[in-house]
């Protein structure tokens, strides 16, 4: 349950692109919706159900990240049944393509000196990233 101020801050972070990444791998899915800081939600997706929805944030409840990241799901596998419902190959392509592009995104985002030439270093620095995060937190 999401009252109508927690649906319309989503809806406006949504709009506003915070949502940095989103990736199905399976039925978990996996989201980093940018507010005061990156956020990360966790998904389980089956049969076309959410369940298993949590968020990084303070919030002991559906949080505006939450929602935002189920708007963009929403958008990405409409997008995805629209134009390649036919061709799993294809699919499977799109998929990591549009992978990439959201770690390439935060990984710049994070790093503003990152270049696409150093695509292979955003595991290594995106795991940096986390733990000098968390110990300052």
Not at 58 to 85: G, P, R
Request: aromatic share 14%; charged share 25%.
């Amino acid at each position: 349950n999401v009252t109508p101020m927690i649906a319309d801050r989503g809806c406006s972070y949504y709009k506003q692109n915070r949502v940095r990444y989103i990736c199905l791998n399976g039925s978990r899915g996996y989201a980093i919706v940018e507010g005061t800081e990156a956020y990360e939600v966790d998904f389980e997706y089956r049969g076309g159900e959410i369940s298993g929805l949590t968020c990084s944030c303070f919030c002991s409840f559906n949080c505006k990240h939450e929602f935002a990241a189920m708007l963009q799901l929403k958008e990405t596998l409409e997008l995805v049944e629209k134009n390649y419902s036919d061709d799993e190959a294809l699919w499977n392509k799109t998929k990591e393509k549009l992978i990439a592009e959201r770690k390439l995104a935060m990984a710049e985002r994070l790093f503003p000196t990152f270049s696409a030439t150093c695509e292979i270093l955003y595991f290594p620095l995106f795991k940096i990233y986390n733990s000098l995060h968390s110990k300052n937190a």
